[in-house]
């Protein structure tokens, strides 16, 4: 079955789409397992396929390098080559890994961090591109740049920029999956290099679930990691300019920045000191909200939002969100696990996405059937 879960990681991303034929993986902020903590990495290799009884995804999308979107990926994902494998550990091997220029283009990485760590394995596997090393196209090895290289450190890396539409993986076709790039632009690419902002060289993608006859798309999703509505209106514009507006259609939206004030207008939100007040959204933001489809729904992968001054997430972009989609269709990622002690599972079918309400999470044994809630 095709399946979209948005883990319970407080402010942060880790998502996982199950497609026909493909496991991706977007993200990563797997936390130290305790009371109240989901255990996510159980979950990953409950759901991910194994090959020589090594668990692996068959794609890793890292949007940016911030410490809430690859916490703790050395210790429960592989790097190096595959022959050094250490069957003690279990850590989930990353057949092709895609990251944007910045991840090389940043100087304040510190070796011995989480972005360090990809940091190093991205330079691996660039190195196999760059010495045209026949190694370059197994599993385990692969790398796509997503944007543009501004500073020439990803030469001979397969590349997709805005506007393309991604429909393989590892040299094998999705089956009815696509992805459409949409960000980052080389303008954002130069700028985050220049001031230093990891947030503006996010990767945004809709992806998209066709029917099992290949028809017209069942299920929309954008993702935007932490992109700000400046992003967001550039996108906006190329994609309308360029004819693409189906690319902005969404059944699932996954709130920026973890449901934070930046993907409706600058912060802070006011600031009656210093006469600042950006608490009117930019209607960019709007319109790309208003290209929800029915049904739509709107996934805040963050802690629990409450009434406070809090930014992320920020309760009047909550406010926002469930004026365009009604608060039944807003979720939130830490209250569901409240609620259901669970991931947000959505089964994607000819219908469209349904939101699985169940005791336990959702393994693919095509043993039982979990209830339904739409």
């Known amino acids: 079955k095709n399946i979209i879960k948005y883990y319970p990681v407080g402010n942060g991303d880790t998502s996982l789409f199950k497609t026909n034929n493909a496991n991706i993986i977007t993200d990563c902020n797997i936390r130290e397992v305790k009371d109240g903590i989901?255990?996510?990495k159980k979950d990953l290799l409950n759901e991910l396929d194994e090959r020589n009884e090594r668990p692996y995804t068959d794609l890793f999308v890292l949007t940016h390098h911030d410490s809430d979107h690859c916490l703790n990926f050395g210790k429960h994902f592989h790097t190096g080559k595959v022959s050094s494998y250490d069957d003690d550990d279990e850590k989930i091997i990353i057949d092709e890994l895609w990251v944007n220029e910045y991840?090389?283009?940043d100087d304040n990485i510190s070796d011995d961090t989480d972005a360090g760590i990809i940091r190093k394995e991205v330079k691996r596997r660039r190195n196999l591109y760059k010495n045209n090393d026949s190694a370059k196209n197994e599993r385990g090895n692969r790398l796509v740049l997503i944007?543009?290289?501004d500073n020439n450190n990803f030469a001979n890396v397969p590349q997709h920029i805005p506007g393309d539409i991604v429909n393989d993986v590892n040299n094998t076709t999705f089956e009815n999956f696509e992805f459409f790039i949409h960000a980052p632009f080389k303008a954002d690419v130069i700028d985050c290099n220049a001031v230093n902002d990891?947030?503006?060289s996010s990767i945004v993608y809709q992806a998209r679930f066709y029917k099992s006859n290949g028809g017209n798309f069942s299920c929309r999703v954008l993702h935007g990691g932490d992109a700000d509505h400046y992003r967001w209106a550039t996108i906006k514009e190329k994609s309308e300019k360029n004819d693409n507006v189906?690319?902005?259609?969404w059944d699932i939206f996954q709130t920026p920045h973890h449901c934070s004030w930046t993907f409706f207008n600058d912060t802070p939100y006011k600031d009656y000191d210093k006469n600042i007040d950006n608490s009117?959204?930019?209607q960019t933001s709007l319109d790309i909200l208003n290209y929800k489809l029915t049904?739509?729904?709107v996934i805040a992968t963050s802690k629990k939002i409450v009434d406070d001054k809090d930014n992320p997430p920020h309760y009047p972009a909550r406010t926002e969100y469930t004026n365009v989609v009604g608060s039944s269709n807003f979720k939130n990622t830490q209250k569901f696990y409240d609620d259901f002690k669970k991931p947000?599972?959505?089964?994607?079918?000819d219908y469209g996405p349904t939101l699985i309400k169940a005791s336990a999470p959702v393994i693919s044994s095509g043993l039982s059937k979990p209830s339904r809630a739409g």
Request: a negative charge.
């Open 344 to 349: 947000i599972v959505f089964e994607i079918d």
């Open 295 to 297: 049904g739509a729904k």
């Open 103 to 105: 991840i090389l283009g």
């Open 38 to 40: 989901y255990d996510v």
């Open 246 to 249: 189906d690319a902005l259609e």
């Open 280 to 282: 009117k959204p930019k």
């Open 198 to 200: 990891r947030n503006m």
């Open 147 to 149: 944007g543009y290289d």
